[in-house]
T-cell receptor
Framework: QQQVKQSPQSLIVQKGGISIINCAYE??????FPWYQQFPGKGPALLIA?????SEKKEGRFTISFNKSAKQFSLHIMDSQPGDSATYFC?????????????FGSGTQLTVLP | KAGVTQTPRYLIKTRGQQVTLSCSPI?????VSWYQQTPGQGLQFLFE???????NKGNFPGRFSGRQFSNSRSEMNVSTLELGDSALYLC????????????FGPGTRLTVL
């Protein structure tokens, strides 16, 4: 089964700072790498995703950097705001026979201090 | 368009009981996946249903089961509850099985005493 290793487990950043969360995967056959954001009392919501044919994708203050050779991808949150305080999950698809499923990292709890 | 809804939102049960959780996907979505979320294990995939058929199953014991109805609504059942089953159970829907983007509901918080 595909493993997705996420770090750090928790992260505290000052307002205006850069938050960086890293994920490593094992299987090079994967074709889609999403990040989900989860606020307390809510389900995870898709934040941003990347395909391995590009090295970076930016949406507003959120950027995914993808390193195919190292089998790693990272989420960068620029100008972090207190409203960004949430738990972030990376994910990668894996296969069980012909069935495809998302395997999630263990999550990073981000706290942005005002 | 309404999002994924899950009922009930909170549930308290005792060991040995059984529980049924319900999920209504986004209109038009035919795939429903279930996940267990705990502080130590993150999101663990339970199973996926598409067109009333179980398409995929995670590494959970047979006490965890599910089904999907013709209107795509899904239920998940846990029998003989154990303390370790206390978790947030999340349902996610997508148009088709294997779709990359999944839309999650708010979850059902199950506490087993």
């Amino acid at each position: 089964q595909q493993q997705v290793k996420q770090s750090p487990q928790s992260l505290i950043v000052q307002k205006g700072g850069i938050s960086i969360i890293n994920c490593a995967y094992e299987n090079t056959a994967f074709d889609y790498f999403p990040w989900y954001q989860q606020f307390p009392g809510k389900g995870p919501a898709l934040l941003i995703a990347i395909r391995p044919d590009v090295s970076e994708k930016k949406e507003g203050r959120f950027t995914i950097s993808f390193n195919k050779s190292a089998k790693q991808f990272s989420l960068h949150i620029m100008d972090s705001q207190p409203g960004d305080s949430a738990t972030y999950f990376c994910a990668a698809p894996s296969f069980r026979g012909s069935a495809r499923q998302l395997t999630f990292g263990s999550g990073t709890q981000l706290t942005v201090l005002p | 368009k309404a999002g994924v809804t899950q009922t009930p939102r909170y549930l308290i049960k005792t060991r040995g009981q059984q529980v049924t959780l319900s999920c209504s996907p986004i209109s038009g979505h035919r795939s429903v996946s279930w996940y267990q979320q705990t502080p130590g294990q993150g999101l663990q995939f339970l199973f996926e249903y598409f067109s009333e058929t179980q398409r995929n199953k995670g590494n959970f014991p047979g006490r965890f089961s599910g089904r999907q109805f013709s209107n795509s609504r899904s239920e998940m059942n846990v029998s003989t509850l154990e303390l370790g089953d206390s978790a947030l159970y999340l349902c996610a829907s997508s148009y088709r099985t294997g779709d990359n983007e999944q839309f999650f509901g708010p979850g059902t918080r199950l506490t087993v005493l």
